[in-house]
């Protein structure tokens, strides 16, 4: 099993991003992904969760800001960050939880996500 994040790096505030994350060695279409994010000091946040059918799910402090998708034909996981602020600096990774229909209740668990990528940073300066 593996997923591999990419995208990150360094921006100003205000400037946009597009985190990806390429998946192998499992059926990712009956899994839930996530996207989580982890900065100094702090616990481990959900950021954003899609469904095998589309359905996306986001914290309060992203939304109208990123925006998670999915390619089920291309193992691809992605999330578009735009607007970015300093406090979205982090390690952010992706995620997967079985089953998909895991993202309607419980999607802000990290607990539950049985595999992990790990990591790309993302720093935003004001």
């Known amino acids: 099993v593996q997923l591999v994040e990419s995208g990150g790096g360094s921006v100003e505030a205000g400037g946009s991003l597009t985190l990806s994350c390429a998946i192998s060695g499992f059926y990712y279409k009956s899994y839930c992904m996530g996207w989580f994010r982890q900065a100094p000091g702090k616990s481990r946040e959900a950021v954003a969760s899609i469904d095998s059918d589309g359905n996306t799910n986001y914290v309060d402090s992203v939304k109208g800001r990123f925006t998670i998708s999915r390619d089920n034909a291309k193992n691809t996981l992605s999330l578009q960050m735009t607007s970015l602020k300093p406090e979205d600096t982090a390690t952010y990774y992706c995620?997967?939880?079985?089953?998909?229909?895991?993202?309607?209740?419980?999607?802000?668990?990290?607990?539950?996500?049985?595999?992990w990528g790990q990591g790309t940073q993302v720093t935003v300066s004001s």
């Open positions: 995620a997967a939880r079985y089953p998909s229909d895991a993202c309607a209740f419980i999607w802000h668990s990290p607990g539950g996500y049985k595999f």
